[in-house]
């Protein structure tokens, strides 16, 4: 038996149109031809989605805050071009871009709340 790493990662989100749409303008990313009921999966390695929130789970709960303890980084080719484009779109940069180990890198947080992490 080998675990090889993630293969597949998802958001739950409160309004699925709504985030698949930011993510496909925001950073260009493709939706799949197919997906499953309630998600929209994009052509990312691992495969990335994001789906409505399963029974149970209420973003809009006192204190929540999606993704708290979990760190989602993304890959890209030019992050400080990233960070231009989506800081004039009016997307929420938590962290400006720095050089770090991993390139360039910077922070923003989508419209559920969930921190990502941009580096290329």
């Avoid at 009921?37 to 709960?61: H, S």
């Avoid at 708290?68 to 993304?74: H, I, M, P």
């Amino acid at each position: 038996m080998t675990v090889t790493g993630p293969d597949f990662i998802s958001l739950q989100v409160r309004d699925l149109q709504r985030s698949a749409d930011f993510y496909e303008q925001q950073l260009g990313l493709t939706r799949t031809p197919a997906a499953p009921p309630g998600a929209v999966v994009f052509t990312t390695t691992p495969a990335f989605a994001v789906r409505e929130t399963t029974p149970g789970v209420d973003l809009d709960a006192d204190g929540a805050r999606p993704g708290l303890g979990v760190a989602l980084w993304l890959a890209c080719d030019d992050a400080q071009q990233l960070h231009d484009s989506m800081a004039a779109a009016g997307v929420t940069i938590t962290v400006p871009p720095f050089d770090g180990p991993f390139g360039r890198t910077f922070t923003f947080t989508d419209p559920d709340g969930y921190a990502v992490t941009v580096h290329d």
